[in-house]
């Protein structure tokens, strides 16, 4: 039994959830529809290249949370659900998932997208174990910050020490899927790193360094 670890954003899903997210909430005329819009596009962009300011995007990101009742942000995740991501959900990464499942393996996303986003989506994928952005809430609303070390880049590989450690786990024999040279930090640590329809620049450091590569995609 191993741990099999999962990015989530063009890993399993074929699109960014986080980027859609922001479409979705313009789509409704919950954000400012020239600034926001192109603040979306630009950190996605800065993703891809490997420059995001982190802090930056996550100011922006999770505004609209605390802008929002849960109950408004709970009924507008249930349609981001059936619009954005379900037809969104790989096939093949399901299959993927199942065969990690049937071995025994204990199964883990690992996101830089936060866990409002996300956890709907590891949920709906059977995954009980998320690591994801931790949006701080108080008295049942959040606030618009950021709770603990966000999981990204080697934010994740120190969130998952800290998950490890609390159940005494270790990286032995672990898989890491991800489609990110932004996770090239946490696939450098695992047993078996697979690159899933890299990125040109993962797709190189995978050549070189000799790791399995494939496509979930059709």
Same mark, same amino acid.
Do not use: C
């Given at each position: 039994m191993s741990l099999a670890i999962f990015d989530l954003d063009n890993t399993l899903l074929s699109i960014d959830s986080d980027h859609a997210w922001g479409e979705f909430l313009l789509e409704q005329g919950a954000v400012d529809p020239v600034a926001y819009k192109e603040a979306n596009d630009r950190f996605m962009a800065d993703y891809e290249a490997g420059t995001l300011d982190m802090n930056e995007f996550l100011a922006v990101a999770l505004k609209p949370l605390a802008?929002?009742?849960?109950?408004?942000?709970? /009924? =507008?995740?249930?349609?981001?659900?059936?619009?954005?991501?379900?037809?969104?959900? #790989?096939?093949?990464g399901e299959e993927l998932i199942a065969r990690h499942r049937a071995s025994g393996d204990t199964l883990l996303i690992v996101t830089a997208t936060n866990r409002f986003i996300t956890g709907p989506i590891a949920e709906r994928l059977g995954?009980?174990?998320?690591?994801?952005?931790?949006?701080?809430?108080?008295d049942g609303r959040y606030t618009g910050r950021?709770?603990?070390?966000?999981?990204?880049?080697?934010?994740?590989?120190?969130?998952?020490?800290?998950?490890?450690?609390?159940?005494?786990l270790?990286?032995?024999? /672990? =898989?890491?899927?991800?489609?990110?040279?932004?996770?090239?930090?946490?696939?450098? #640590?695992v047993d078996h790193p697979v690159a899933v329809d890299p990125d040109d620049s993962l797709r190189q450091a995978a050549e070189q360094r000799d790791w399995r590569i494939i496509s979930l995609r059709d």
């Open positions: 802008d929002n009742s849960p109950a408004q942000l709970a /009924a =507008w995740h249930q349609q981001f659900m059936a619009s954005k991501i379900e037809p969104h959900i #790989l096939p093949r995954i009980d174990e998320l690591i994801a952005v931790e949006p701080e809430m108080v950021v709770s603990g070390v966000p999981s990204f880049r080697e934010g994740k590989v120190t969130r998952l020490e800290q998950w490890l450690e609390q159940r005494e270790s990286l032995h024999g /672990a =898989w890491f899927y991800s489609d990110s040279h932004n996770d090239l930090p946490l696939l450098e #640590l």
